[in-house]
């Protein structure tokens, strides 16, 4: 076994069908008084109930955020939370929403419970992204940690089947990457790979059948998993690409996230031996075809599988290598343009991943 440190972050996480009924206990057991409730304008019903659980511990509903957490929201939403003199945030939502409550944290260091209703994960990593003038920049600060996460089955199944799909395999991006961090560790590889079979298993029953309680739990369950990886090592080249990607073209955070994974996976495949034999532990397939795996999965889901269908030019393609050049994250393998700029054409064209 390599040498490796493990620091445990803190988390309180509460899990269960109904779980959402223990929002006010738990804002209580903060300590706080004033809750400012996040969504996004399409959650304001959901947001509006979490308020009434809540009682006179709600503040009021914020219901701008938008995905990759743009500044001006930011300030617009630290402007409200100290008009309303809150000392928490509930974020009610999807990666955006919970985006927008790290920022929050990060200005004004109000504390957060996260209740996710999709599986993103984020909300178990002090992990947080920021976009202005078209850059997206991400960093990590204990302080935009959720003191409490809210996971309640019952929420996610108002999120459509596709976008469920599309937002699993997000998180088991932030799995396959942690199987091959250059800091990760034994536990973290455990959950890493416990959360991929989770989420594999899971995401096929939800497809299928949409109201599937126990399929929702499951993927709920391994989104924990792959966030808690996530928040615990470091990213690689997969992360730094969707993050550009997004950032720069406005491109949506989970679609970008499924369709780039096979492609980033078979990039590396070669340099992470251990990682792809993790992985076809939990895909039930041989270390070689994992990359390939990934890639049906995302169309047995119904997945998007190529950039153009998202919003990205073939014109964008060169400054995207150019960008995801600039400032790259640590990789098993080294990051080199003509390689680079393959995979990002066989994204965008959606073409089976193949090695570069």
Request: glycine share 10%; aromatic share 4%.
């Amino acid at each position: 076994m390599h040498d490796f440190v493990y620091t445990a972050q803190p988390a309180r996480v509460v899990f269960g069908a109904g779980a959402l009924r223990r929002l006010g206990p738990e804002v209580e057991q903060l300590g706080a008084r004033r809750a400012l409730v996040l969504c996004t304008p399409n959650q304001r019903a959901l947001a509006e109930q979490a308020a009434q659980l809540l009682g006179d511990r709600a503040a009021g509903v914020y219901d701008r955020a938008v995905m990759h957490v743009p500044m001006d929201t930011v300030r617009n939403a630290v402007a409200q939370a100290r008009r309303l003199q809150t000392d928490c945030a509930v974020a009610i939502g999807g990666g955006s929403t919970t985006g927008l409550g790290k920022a929050l944290a990060l200005d004004g260091g109000l504390p957060i419970v996260a209740v996710p209703t999709t599986y993103a994960g984020s909300e178990m990593t002090p992990i947080y992204g920021l976009t202005e003038n078209g850059v997206k920049t991400t960093a990590k600060d204990l302080r935009v940690l959720p003191r409490t996460v809210i996971y309640d089955p019952e929420l996610s199944l108002r999120l459509p089947a596709p976008l469920s799909a599309a937002s699993g395999l997000n998180a088991m991006a932030h799995a396959a990457e942690g199987l091959y961090a250059r800091d990760g560790n034994p536990i973290m590889a455990l959950m890493a790979e416990e959360a991929i079979r989770a989420l594999a298993d899971g995401l096929r029953r939800v497809v299928t059948r949409p109201g599937d309680l126990a399929a929702r739990g499951d993927c709920l369950y391994g989104a924990w998993l792959a966030g808690t990886v996530l928040g615990n090592v470091g990213m690689a080249l997969h992360h730094k690409l969707c993050h550009m990607l997004g950032g720069s073209f406005n491109l949506p955070h989970a679609q970008t996230h499924a369709i780039v994974l096979p492609h980033a996976l078979a990039y590396n495949a070669a340099a992470a031996p251990l990682a792809m034999a993790g992985m076809a532990r939990a895909l039930g397939c041989a270390p070689a075809d994992v990359p390939r795996a990934v890639y049906e999965l995302a169309g047995e889901l119904a997945v998007p599988r190529a950039l153009r269908d998202i919003g990205l030019r073939a014109q964008d393609l060169d400054r995207a290598a150019d960008l995801a050049l600039a400032n790259p994250y640590w990789n098993p393998r080294p990051v080199e343009r003509e390689a680079l700029r393959g995979l990002l054409q066989a994204a965008y064209e959606g073409a089976p991943p193949a090695g570069l």
